[in-house]
């Protein structure tokens, strides 16, 4: 049964307050936790020089963050639906201080870098924060572009990938962590001034462990947990990976690398509204399986590892393009499949599905490389799983009507 939670006076004093305003406020701490959850990326191909690790363990110490960044959703989610926004942005941006300044200031060791890795995780779950505080906001018709818009949040991977290491290079390794430490903190600040739950926001009654069980034993939960670990997960395993596939697979030095990884993050931020947009427009399911079926095709060009230009670029930009539309398309079916009270918890859920999607691959793709010395069985496993996931979409929810929007 949901309730909804008492007048506060300052939300009450801020009700007229423009939804953009909010999705600006989410877009922003979405971004800066991000940042900080993709800071380890960069500086892998240093730590392994340094620390003398293996392909393996490399890949591992990168994909770590995302163990809590995925699994803290599911709670950080139905903790959402319970506080609110307003509370949850300023809590989990001040705590991600934490290990941002244990890495940057105390870690020495690799199991001190896996330590902190693992609690960097924590920036990760901003995003169960923001989908239902966002959805809240926003109408029906206009969720699917406003979602969107909060998701390109996830482009704080490429201000890591394109800032990180020239701030290294130019100021120490502990600058960048120092500075995301700091921006940090300014957020926390003022999220916690100026952020305001939507007065229609209802509260789902309910203990938590129940509320998690409820939302596991919804069928759409596990449905669209499936289809975001193709999409997202393989987003976040090219934004943490892709910079020591470059290196390895095509000789590139670190800074190009990381520029060029900054380059995929920001095509597959871009695409995420646009995603929004078009399902909007035509229907959520429309844009999943053709965005599924061109990500399969992209997989298989890109696993012949082809010349960088131009075969390459077109195959991992179009990844890029066909992910992140991925990213933005499941929360707009979500939006349309779930009642407001449990958006947060699904969204928990579905957004842990993603995160976990994007542990595995680099796993795969390092163990593959230091098996066979090249990529292609990692990259043909991605086409083969985006392939099942659209025929998935299509056979399970193209029957649903779409309504759509105007202009």
Not at 326 to 333: D, H, K, P, R
Request: glycine share 12%; net charge neutral.
């Amino acid at each position: 049964m949901a309730t909804t939670p008492p007048a506060d006076p300052q939300t009450s004093a801020v009700s007229e307050r423009r939804p953009a305003t909010m999705l600006a406020l989410a877009t922003a701490g979405f971004t800066i936790c991000f940042w900080a959850w993709a800071l380890l990326g960069p500086f892998g191909s240093d730590y392994a020089e340094e620390l003398g690790l293996t392909s393996f363990q490399q890949s591992f110490l990168v994909a770590v963050p995302v163990i809590v960044g995925s699994l803290g959703r599911i709670p950080v989610g139905a903790m959402t639906d319970r506080f609110g926004a307003r509370v949850m942005f300023p809590a989990v941006a001040g705590l991600t201080i934490l290990p941002v300044l244990f890495i940057g200031l105390v870690a020495d060791s690799y199991p001190a870098l896996l330590v902190g890795g693992f609690f960097l995780g924590l920036g990760g779950t901003a995003f169960a924060i923001g989908v239902p505080f966002v959805n809240a906001w926003y109408p029906p018709h206009r969720r699917g572009l406003a979602l969107g818009v909060f998701g390109a949040g996830m482009g704080g991977t490429a201000i890591a990938a394109f800032t990180d290491v020239p701030i290294a290079d130019a100021w120490g390794r502990e600058a960048p962590y120092l500075i995301v430490a700091a921006i940090l903190a300014v957020y926390a600040v003022v999220a916690g001034v100026m952020l305001r739950d939507a007065t229609s926001r209802t509260v789902a009654a309910g203990s938590f462990a129940r509320k998690v069980w409820n939302t596991l034993r919804m069928p759409v939960t596990l449905q669209m947990s499936l289809l975001y670990a193709v999409g997202f997960g393989g987003f976040v395993a090219f934004s943490v990976y892709l910079p020591t596939y470059l290196v390895n697979a095509y000789g590139l030095d670190e800074a190009d690398a990381a520029f060029r990884t900054a380059g995929f993050v920001v095509l597959a931020v871009v695409m995420r509204p646009v995603a929004g947009y078009l399902s909007d427009r035509f229907g959520p399911v429309p844009v999943l399986v053709w965005s599924f079926a061109a990500a399969s095709a992209l997989a298989v060009l890109a696993s012949l590892e082809l010349e960088l230009l131009p075969a390459g670029t077109v195959a991992f930009l179009g990844l890029a393009a066909t992910l992140g539309a991925v990213s933005g398309a499941v929360f707009a079916l979500v939006a349309e499949l779930v009642e407001p009270p449990k958006v947060g918890s699904v969204t928990g859920v579905v957004g842990a599905a993603g995160g976990l999607g994007g542990f595995v691959p680099p796993l795969i793709m390092g163990g593959v490389y230091g098996a066979f010395g090249h990529y292609a069985v990692g990259l043909l496993l991605l086409a083969a799983m985006a392939l099942i996931a659209g025929v998935f979409t299509w056979r399970s929810f193209g029957h649903l009507r779409h309504v759509p929007t105007k202009g």
